[in-house]
């Protein structure tokens, strides 16, 4: 199972990419992703935190009940600020 992480504006910059494909971590939710994100990279800790998290296209409300699939597309989206 692979699926795919994008990070935007300060996350693209703390992660030093703007995507990558991996194979989710166990527990297979958004909240596992997140935890093994931070443990494989500490400069996205307080980073990730403050984002947005898409699944699929959908905002995740609850990222320890969102769970991961074959395909699932993943985006960390930072606060972002101007008019």
Do not use: K, W
Request: hydrophobic fraction near 45%; glycine fraction near 12%; proline fraction near 7%.
């Amino acid at each position: 199972m692979t699926i795919t992480v994008a990070f935007f504006a300060g996350a693209a910059e703390a992660a030093g990419m703007d995507s990558t494909t991996l194979t989710p971590p166990a527990g297979g939710t958004v909240d596992a992703l997140t935890t093994h994100l931070v443990a494989d990279n500490p400069a996205l800790d307080g980073v990730l935190g403050r984002c947005s998290v898409l699944l699929d296209g959908a905002r995740v409300a609850d990222p320890e009940q969102a769970r991961l699939q074959d395909g699932s597309e993943v985006h960390y989206l930072p606060p972002f600020a101007g008019g």
